[in-house]
């Protein structure tokens, strides 16, 4: 199957400074590229999608402002901690698309520990 | 509004045990249900896309089904290995994103 790629796999940060989390479609282009947040036990939580080349459409509650994401290429996207608390201390997911209609897959995952 | 529901939330079995699990949807034009597996810590891995009624998909000891409610992942004769998440998915009607379902854990006691 196709693959996504996600750097860093886990990341440790102080609160306040900032953390990009790369994800990267090896093998196919990514019209779209979504962003999930999970806490234990829970499903997944979509936080925003993004279209290569468009702003990214944010889910009810994200924070644009805190959660940046670009969607620069067909096969990068980049989301952007910014000013990371504690709180913000959580398993990163993305995924992507390579057309409508088509199967979504994704990456390994970025674990997230703010102190 | 788009829903997906999978039961049960969680399902302990003997290896060799076969089982199936549940997931309903409710979404207007279906365009395809997805199955994906998850470990601890890892994302989705996927495992089906199923389109329309009627339609079977195989790998290994799983065995995916779809009706026009719902769909099936069936598990034949499962190993301790097979213990995981299962998670299903339907593309949103009225929106570009994945509608999930609560997933089903899935333990197999040797």
């Known amino acids: 199957g196709a693959v996504v790629s996600q750097h860093p796999s886990w990341v440790i940060c102080k609160s306040g400074t900032s953390v990009k989390i790369e994800c990267r479609s090896l093998?196919?282009?990514?019209?779209?590229m979504f962003w999930y947040r999970q806490f234990p036990k829970q499903s997944l939580m979509l936080m925003a999608t993004?279209?290569?080349?468009?702003?990214?459409?944010?889910e009810q509650g994200v924070e644009k402002d805190k959660f940046l994401i670009n969607h620069a290429s067909l096969t990068l996207s980049t989301l952007t901690v910014t000013s990371a608390h504690p709180e913000d201390s959580s398993f990163y997911i993305c995924?992507?698309?390579?057309?409508?209609?088509?199967?979504?897959?994704f990456g390994e995952g970025s674990w997230l520990t703010v102190v | 509004e788009d829903q997906v529901t999978q039961s049960p939330e969680a399902l302990r079995l003997q290896e060799g045990e076969s089982s199936s699990l549940n997931c309903s949807y409710t979404?207007?034009?279906?365009?395809?249900l997805f199955w994906y597996r998850q470990d601890p810590g890892k994302g989705p891995e996927f495992l089906f896309t199923?389109?329309?009624a009627g339609e079977e998909k195989e790998k290994e000891r799983l065995k995916a089904t779809l009706t026009k409610k719902e769909s099936f992942l069936h598990i034949t004769a499962p190993k301790p290995e097979d213990s995981a998440t299962y998670l299903c998915?339907?593309?949103?009607?009225?929106?570009?994103?994945?509608?999930f379902g609560q997933g089903t854990r899935l333990t197999i006691n040797p």
């Open positions: 995924s992507a698309e390579q057309g409508p209609g088509n199967t979504i897959y």
């Open positions: 093998d196919f282009q990514a019209t779209t």
């Open positions: 993004s279209n290569e080349g468009s702003k990214a459409t944010y």
């Open positions: 979404v207007s034009g279906l365009r395809g």
């Open positions: 199923l389109y329309s």
């Open positions: 998915a339907v593309p949103s009607q009225g929106a570009q994103k994945l509608v």
